[in-house]
């Protein structure tokens, strides 16, 4: 075979080689669009519905600590925003038992609500949950916690509170004997222990308020509260006062805000914040209270255009038991816990009660809520 007809050989027969390259990898290519899409890993069977029921808070997190599923309460108690676990915590702990596949239970102190001003004690166990995911349940302990320091303190306070009045009531009851005889006096005497029996009653309202703020969770078992319901109620309950001093009472609420926690509870924050500001405001003047949201929290604001507190005062009204003016408190029945129960109730909401305030300025009380997220179905997916 001459040159000539060997290099002619030589060339068709890279051309057909590369004919058939390229069509194999034509068909390589056409053959890999047809394949399904790899499906996403799921969750085990029944995991779901038992979310669904748990008291305790559960979640579920993939291979991207995303959260897939997760209980009602989680929501709640603020341990999940959107598809994100919000503490670095958990997602550290969700981290190692997929690292290594081992169970793990630890005890953390975590912020509850966007604020972090208020910490709770959970116990926190985790898990994996077949291949590609992990299972975190977590116990709210905070409960044990408190029900301690109120034992060590709370008593001390509230006995020498109840003197008080029991022994403004036992002095009273000793000049209606001695008056036995003199009609004006003995219904003078009588009048003043109608006031001290009141205060009284209230005192012991307010203990008992106080101590179930203290010892208990209001949260164990959330709801959806309108927030517009709640400034309505407590504007209601304030009304008599206000008009009795022709005070005129103001309030705005901006449509369709909610929270999550104890709709009770929390008219007795905004009541008692509005009581306050009928109480030491004076006559004919305006105290309002409006509602909005404000990126991540609800606020609520009642403003008054009373006497103002002084700002040496401004750190401790919110003590149990402090009064600005103790002299004042006795004249209007004051008792110190008004402005504690506000704190407490706002803490055991994930949020917290500031005050602003300029003596003959008046005060502006602010209440911040963590704003109630969208709901999520029993998939992870936003409702």
């Not at 034992?151 to 029991?166: A, G, M, Q, W």
Request: net charge negative.
């Amino acid at each position: 075979m001459d040159v000539t007809a060997a290099a002619t050989l030589g060339g068709l027969v890279g051309v057909v080689i590369g004919a058939g390259a390229l069509l194999a990898v034509r068909l390589t290519e056409r053959s890999q669009r047809r394949l399904p899409p790899v499906p996403e890993p799921e969750i085990p069977a029944g995991v779901a519905a038992v979310l669904a029921v748990l008291r305790s808070s559960g979640i579920v997190v993939d291979s991207s600590d995303r959260v897939v599923n997760t209980s009602p309460t989680a929501v709640a108690h603020g341990l999940v925003r959107g598809h994100d676990l919000v503490h670095s915590e958990l997602r550290h702990l969700a981290r190692q038992v997929r690292r290594d596949g081992v169970i793990r239970e630890a005890e953390l102190d975590l912020s509850r609500g966007p604020l972090g001003t208020v910490h709770v004690n959970v116990r926190a166990r985790v898990a994996p949950l077949g291949a590609h995911h992990v299972l975190l349940l977590i116990e709210d302990q905070t409960r044990a916690r408190r029900v301690e320091e109120v034992r060590r303190d709370f008593i001390s306070n509230v006995s020498h509170e109840l003197k008080t009045p029991v022994g403004g009531l036992s002095l009273l009851a000793e000049a209606v004997l001695d008056a036995k005889d003199d009609p004006e006096a003995v219904e003078r005497f009588a009048g003043r222990m109608r006031v001290e029996a009141d205060r009284l009653n209230r005192l012991v309202q307010e203990i008992v308020d106080f101590s179930r703020l203290q010892g208990n969770d209001p949260l164990d078992e959330p709801t959806l509260v309108d927030v517009d319901r709640v400034v309505s109620e407590s504007l209601d309950r304030t009304k008599l006062a206000a008009d009795a001093k022709d005070i005129d009472l103001v309030g705005e609420c901006e449509v369709g805000l909610a929270v999550y926690g104890d709709e009770g509870l929390l008219v007795t924050a905004v009541r008692n914040l509005l009581s306050n500001a009928v109480t030491y405001s004076e006559r004919r003047t305006r105290v309002t209270v409006t509602a909005a949201r404000v990126g991540d929290t609800v606020q609520v604001v009642v403003s008054d255009q009373g006497r103002g507190i002084p700002e040496a005062d401004q750190d401790r009204i919110f003590e149990r038991f402090y009064r600005v003016d103790p002299a004042r408190s006795r004249a209007t029945g004051g008792t110190g816990l008004g402005l504690s129960i506000v704190k407490h109730i706002c803490e055991n909401h994930g949020g917290d009660v500031t005050v602003w305030s300029q003596e003959g300025q008046g005060s502006t009380f602010t209440i911040r809520l963590p704003v109630a997220g969208r709901h999520q179905d029993r998939g992870g997916r936003s409702a």
